[in-house]
């Protein structure tokens, strides 16, 4: 409950960490990545829910952006988990994955310190960018946040728009990923499933109220730095 409650706070403020942090949590407790990925996202189901409407209610929402990414992202979701569940090891692609989002932190921080912010709405590649970022948090256990919050706010976008949209489309990626996970594998422990939900809808208002209160230079340093940390260990333990 205390591991959902935590990473919930961070993911509905800084749009990213939920579903890395609770996957890594269960594989190093020796459940394989498959069964990680689907315990996680049936919890999120819930979490993610409760999330985007918290930040509805707190206007950080770009409907525009949303039903740019919501279908493409579903989709990507959808393959990912098939794969996942019957074919592929995404651990395979976990290194270069993490590489690439050590460097796009990198940057993100840069645009917070210069204050770049895109108030118009030239968000380019947005459909395919929720594509890949659908497809590789089924894949990878977590991901949608880290490729696509980061990339958006790479571009510019208003952090808080950004995190608020990219989280209340999350609901449909995976709720219909979990229908994949469910159909293929089946739903096994449901005492972690139900603690992460416990933890995880106590916590999303919180950090949807976060969102919209906190300096966007800051969310823009902070969200850079947790790519980067995040990442870092990710590609430190793919490594080692």
Not at 20 to 38: D, K, Q, R, Y
Not at 164 to 187: P, R
Request: charged share 10%; aromatic share 12%; with cysteine.
């Amino acid at each position: 409950m205390g591991v959902g409650f935590l990473a919930q706070v961070v993911d509905g403020a800084l749009g990213m960490a939920y579903g890395v942090s609770c996957t890594t949590l269960l594989i190093n407790f020796g459940i394989p990545p498959g069964l990680a990925s689907a315990s996680v996202h049936t919890s999120e189901i819930f979490t993610t829910g409760i999330s985007g409407l918290s930040h509805i209610k707190f206007k950080n929402i770009d409907k525009g952006l949303f039903f740019k990414i919501v279908i493409t992202g579903t989709l990507g979701a959808v393959l990912g988990a098939y794969l996942i569940a019957d074919y592929f090891d995404g651990n395979i692609i976990k290194p270069y994955i993490a590489g690439y989002l050590i460097l796009l932190g990198s940057y993100i921080i840069y645009k917070g310190f210069v204050n770049k912010v895109n108030n118009n709405e030239t968000i380019k590649g947005a459909p395919l960018l929720a594509l890949f970022g659908g497809f590789l948090d089924t894949i990878g256990g977590g991901g949608w946040g880290p490729i696509v919050t980061s990339n958006l706010l790479s571009q510019g976008k208003d952090p808080r728009e950004a995190i608020g949209t990219v989280n209340t489309a999350e609901f449909f990626i995976t709720y219909f990923a979990t229908v994949i996970f469910v159909f293929i594998l089946g739903v096994k422990h449901w005492q972690i499933i139900l603690g992460l939900i416990a933890g995880g809808a106590l916590a999303a208002p919180f950090g949807a109220y976060l969102a919209s209160k906190i300096n966007k230079r800051a969310l823009f340093f902070m969200v850079g730095t947790l790519i980067i940390l995040t990442s870092g260990y990710s590609l430190y333990k793919a490594i080692a």
